[in-house]
């Protein structure tokens, strides 16, 4: 799982613990049976049952896609897998169940798909109305919960329109996520095809002053010779490369099962454990336990080091714990890196080679056309014309890609800050009901009898639902703001390396800059106000505390790559964040995504990006 997903999964994390406690909330007297306050559980219904994976899913593939595909032949190769996910679903479909028999409501009902051809097909011919029908639950629900929260007296009614505005917000960012993706690609596209045609422009312009073949003839083998000498270093390239790949994969393959068996060792010692009573079984147990503790430690550190490089033998600095400092140790490329290394390469030979081959070919026609040499500028200007051609239709998908995707980073911006409005609003309404059941009380029930009072009086979770909740948005906007901030970089970069090439780019420089400081500032807002929100719930019950850590050390790491020249100290807050999170619960199955980013930070040396 790459960095971004572990953030994205923190986030939601965060406000789904939040989003929880949102059914308890005690509605007044006044407004328990309000049309605000029906709508509100009707849109809450509604959002229990949409499902957010769908729309992401028909991004990525569409129904005629998945109707052309051989079902059969997929079902065949992925057997284990079909298995493994109806057994998650089985499961998804009992929670579900039990989570609407605690709260007085309909069971939900769904079916667990079979892995069958004929299963398989009928899901096929359904996906499309499927994708409707969830659609149409989501914008019914949102339209109920914006009715719901203009009454801003019934508690919880906009922590639901919240909810609605959040995961409107995450779904536009998985949108902007996909087209960001794409995006990468057309760009590796487009500088290819300028590549192509800046070569093939420049010869047909060369050529077209010579008259003289034997120059032309000189000047195409003096170009094979030059990319036959890069075909071979790049081919010496590739063969270190594969064998250093090779290498590595093997490395990685002992080391795994070393992990497992020591993993398996681990289990075992847990298993036979100690004699209550018994100090010398007990030291016994305790000493095999921690040096085989420390022996998986020290392996899926050397797992983590070889598959994601880092430095082996390093160690931080005393001096300097703070900065995060390294010394010692030996650098060392992790096989992904060795394989994104080897596929350039590889790709670059093949580039070489047909580069090669072409000029070959045309060095032969030249040669054998004789006088024919205005012949061949013509066709290498056809050729040229032609690349253009095709590289303008693909700068023009590029400015597509981007402009969807900047509406698609602006629509998740905005309905971040709807969720963190509808939160704060939330939050507003319980404030007056506590504020009202204590001048109840202190008016009509000095003696604390009545049990509605109490219970919401005494509830040391009621005040902080909705502000953990807003700074969840806040923490989510910051995010979107921060990706917009390195696609305009990234963007920015990109046209750099085009116009080298010699193909300008139509940026506005003046919108482009302006979008680059609005985002960061935007990022840099956000991120103070989530951290002071979090701040603030952090101070809450002991019980739930790491919560609002776990996303104060996000939005540290995010920091991070915000201010490159104080990252160092910012990712060090996020890794003391995290060890004061997983302390004592790092076998949490909930907080996996929190180890896997506290481990990516340690092996980074707590610096690193």
């Known amino acids: ?28 007297p006044a407004t328990a049976n309000s049309p605000a306050a029906r709508d509100a ?8 049952r949409y499902s957010p994976e769908l729309p992401h899913l028909a991004d990525l593939v569409s129904e005629e896609q998945l109707k052309q595909a051989d079902l ?12 493994q996910a109806q057994q998650q679903m089985r499961e998804a479909q009992q929670a579900a169940k039990s989570r609407d028999q605690k709260a007085g409501i309909t069971d939900s009902k769904y079916d667990v798909p079979n892995s069958t051809g004929a299963a398989m097909k009928s899901a096929v011919d359904g996906f499309g109305k499927l994708v409707q029908l969830n659609e149409k639950l989501y914008k019914d629900a949102m339209s109920l919960a914006k009715n719901a929260a203009q009454n801003k007296q019934v ?40 590549s192509d045609w800046a070569v093939t422009n420049a010869l047909a312009e060369r050529y077209a002053v010579e008259s003289d073949v034997s120059k032309t003839v000189e000047a195409l083998k003096a170009d094979i010779a030059n990319v036959t000498a890069q075909h071979a270093e790049t081919a010496a390239k590739v063969a270190e490369l594969s064998k250093l790949t090779a290498d590595r994969e093997q490395q990685l ?5 070393d992990l497992a068996k020591s993993r398996e060792a681990l289990a075992k010692i847990e298993q036979a454990g100690f004699k209550p009573g018994d100090d010398a079984s007990f030291a016994a147990y305790r000493d095999q336990y921690l040096k085989e503790t420390e022996n998986a430690r020290a392996l899926q550190e050397q797992e983590q080091t070889l598959s994601e490089g880092g430095q082996s033998g390093a160690a931080l600095d005393e001096d300097a714990m703070i900065e995060g400092e390294l010394v010692g140790g030996d650098a060392v490329i992790g096989l992904s890196e060795l394989s994104r290394r080897l596929e350039i390469a590889k790709e670059r030979e093949a580039r070489l080679a047909k580069s090669k081959e072409s000029l070959s070919a045309h060095a032969a026609f030249v040669e054998q056309a004789g006088g024919g040499a205005k012949k061949l500028n013509q066709d290498i200007a056809a050729q040229a014309s032609k690349l253009r051609g095709d590289l303008d239709a693909k700068l023009k998908k590029l400015d597509e890609i981007v402009e969807a995707a900047s509406g698609a980073a602006e629509e998740a911006a905005k309905a971040a800050d709807a969720a963190g409005r509808a939160f704060r609003d939330g939050q507003s309404a319980v404030d007056n009901m506590i504020g009202d059941a204590r001048r109840t009380q202190q008016e ?7 049990e509605r009072l109490k219970r919401v009086l005494d ?10 909740a807003e700074a969840a948005a ?25 116009e080298q090439i010699g193909v300008k780019v139509a940026i506005d420089k003046e919108k482009q800059t302006a979008q680059l400081e609005g985002s960061r500032d935007a990022a840099a807002k956000a991120l103070d106000e989530a951290t002071a929100g979090f701040e603030r719930v952090s101070k809450g019950p002991g019980s739930v505390a790491w919560i609002p850590q776990s996303s104060m050390a996000i939005a540290h790491y995010l920091r991070a790559q915000l201010d490159p020249s104080q990252a160092a100290a910012h990712r060090a807050r996020a890794l003391e964040d995290l060890t004061k999170v997983l302390e004592k619960r790092e076998q949490a199955a909930a907080l996996a995504a929190q180890v896997r980013l506290r481990d990516h930070i340690t092996a980074q040396g707590g610096g690193g990006e």
């Open 1 to 28: 799982m790459n960095r971004s997903a572990l953030l994205g999964l923190i986030i939601l994390g965060g406000v789904a613990a939040a989003a929880l406690f949102v059914p308890s909330l005690f509605p007044t």
């Open 253 to 257: 393959t002992g080391l795994r099962g």
């Open 72 to 83: 059969q032949a997929l079902i065949e190769k992925y057997q284990e897998t079909f298995a």
């Open 459 to 468: 509830d040391q979770f009621l005040p902080q639902i909705a502000a953990s």
């Open 444 to 450: 009509l029930d000095p003696n604390r009898q009545n």
């Open 474 to 498: 806040k923490l989510l906007a910051a995010r979107i703001h921060l990706q917009r901030y390195s696609a305009a970089q990234r963007h920015e970069a990109y046209a750099a390396q085009l």
């Open 155 to 194: 508690v919880g009614a906009s922590n639901v329109l919240g909810i609605a505005e959040y995961t409107h917000a995450v779904q536009a960012q998985l949108k902007a996520d996909d087209l960001r993706t794409q995006l990468d690609r057309q760009y590796s596209d487009v500088l290819a095809a300028a």
């Open 41 to 48: 559980e009707l849109a809450r219904r509604q959002l229990h």
